[in-house]
């Protein structure tokens, strides 16, 4: 079936620097995203989203960029610091028999060193 | 902001007992609770969706029978592991959404159950 992944299973980062957290999903009747950040030993937490009406939305340092046309999810970071040192997933809200429901990639690991 | 309670946060238990987990919303109604695990080093794979007073739907490969739902009340789902084996060690989590549709699902932090 269709299902959400992500390019690179891991990102080394220094103090400072952008980073940049790359997904590509596959189906193209998601019209809901959503990245989050996952400590080890937690649950995921709530990072930002972006509806399928939108290309670009923005928060505190961080910036979702969706790209329907090739169906990819981005997830930039500014000023990366060591408390951003976790797995990042994106999920996108796919249909499923009881409605919808949160599908997760594969997660990428960011490494923040200082 | 919306709270999603789990508990317990970590469980051991022998082989061929039952495992009861609990996921509270705390301060809000959640229509639709879903049910996920992970392994280590994975990425969380949907067991079930559960409605309140509807009956759970599962995801293909998971058995029913094995993780027994119940959303019983708006703030209340329980996932039971019965007759656990150690292949059934993993890190359950629990999610929940106030409303249906594409909007947020917020998280519980987690069980993890260790069958020995």
């Known amino acids: 079936g269709e299902s959400v992944g992500l390019h690179l299973p891991t990102l080394s980062v220094q103090e400072g620097d952008n980073s940049i957290i790359n997904c590509a999903y596959s189906n193209s009747a998601s019209d809901y995203f959503i990245w989050y950040k996952q400590e080890s030993g937690k649950g995921p937490q709530f990072i930002i989203d972006?509806?399928?009406?939108?290309d670009k939305r923005q928060g505190q340092r961080v910036t979702v960029l969706l790209n329907k046309t090739v169906k990819h999810l981005s997830l930039q970071i500014a000023a990366t610091q060591p408390g951003d040192s976790a797995v990042y997933f994106c999920?996108?809200?796919?249909?499923?028999?009881?409605?919808?429901?949160?599908?997760f990639g594969k997660g990428t690991t960011l490494s923040v060193s200082s | 902001g919306a709270v999603v309670s789990q508990h317990p946060s970590w469980v051991i238990c022998k082989s061929g007992t039952s495992v009861k987990i609990e996921c509270r919303s705390l301060?809000?109604?959640?229509?639709?609770m879903f049910w996920y695990r992970q392994f280590p080093k994975q990425s969380l794979m949907l067991m079930a969706t559960s409605n309140e007073g509807s009956k759970a739907t599962y995801e293909q490969g998971v058995e029913k029978d094995k993780f027994l739902i119940n959303h019983a009340s708006l703030t209340l789902s329980t996932l039971t592991v019965t007759s656990a084996h150690p292949e059934d060690s993993s890190f359950y989590i629990c999610?929940?959404?106030?409303?249906?549709?594409?909007?947020?699902?917020?998280f519980g932090q987690g069980t993890r159950l260790t069958v020995v």
């Open positions: 301060d809000f109604q959640a229509t639709t």
């Open positions: 999920a996108e809200n796919a249909l499923n028999q009881a409605g919808t429901a949160l599908i």
């Open positions: 999610s929940a959404r106030q409303q249906g549709g594409n909007t947020e699902a917020f």
């Open positions: 972006i509806r399928s009406n939108m």
